[in-house]
């Protein structure tokens, strides 16, 4: 049996990164008993974000109404990420990025069969690293050490490739009416909402597999 699992996330979304971790678990505690495709799809958290992004602190000031709160909210999620080990580090980000040229290259990396690593590489450069995904240059630099030919990804990126995916990805967010990420859809029949425990996906692939 085939499960296909669509992931719609934001790669600043710290919670879609444990997502993907708790996700993982589940597949592997599959042990092989089944075919499993992951895609990756786009959701821009602030749609409206510069093309330079703005400073982190601005950003979650305004968003949460103090910066004592950001960094409360920010240490729950420290927490949890270790429990996933996941070291985020809050400290280092200066900038909230606009995800767009990120996203273009996470739909390309699919085409390249590097989906996953450049997915994995763009969380970890962000949160871990604290590198500004929104600069092009930081964005070649950490695809194409996950797997992705410099050059196609220079090539994308000054070209507007990729933009109608941004776009095909808002309407399946519509479809099915996503508010917040990360969003699981498994064999286009299952959903789930949020960075759930791996019982929970195990839960949803076999509600998918009964229903084949």
């Not at 990756?40 to 093309?51: D, I, R, S």
């Not at 196609?152 to 990805?169: C, F, H, N, P, Y």
């Amino acid at each position: 049996m085939k499960l296909l699992i669509d992931v719609i996330s934001d790669v600043i979304c710290p919670w879609c990164y444990i997502g993907k971790r708790r996700l993982e678990k589940a597949i592997a505690a599959l042990d092989g008993q089944h075919e499993v495709q992951v895609r990756w799809h786009p959701f821009q958290l602030n749609p409206t974000m510069p093309k330079e992004g703005i400073s982190r602190k601005d950003y979650r000031t305004r968003k949460f109404g103090s910066w004592e709160r950001s960094l409360e909210l920010d240490a729950k999620v420290i927490a949890v990420g270790k429990t996933e080990g996941i070291h985020f580090a809050f400290d280092k980000i200066i900038r909230t990025p606009n995800t767009v040229d990120a996203h273009r290259l996470i739909w390309l990396a699919d085409q390249h069969s590097c989906q996953d690593a450049v997915v994995e590489a763009l969380f970890k450069a962000y949160f871990i690293e604290g590198k500004d995904i929104g600069n092009q240059q930081t964005l070649i630099e950490v695809v194409s050490e996950a797997g992705l030919e410099r050059q196609v990804a220079e090539t994308m990126l000054s070209s507007d490739e990729g933009m109608d995916v941004i776009e095909e990805a808002g309407e399946l967010s519509q479809r099915h009416q996503v508010t917040g990420v990360p969003f699981f859809i498994v064999n286009n029949a299952i959903t789930l909402s949020g960075a759930q425990e791996p019982n929970t996906f195990l839960d949803a692939f076999r509600q998918a597999v009964d229903r084949q």
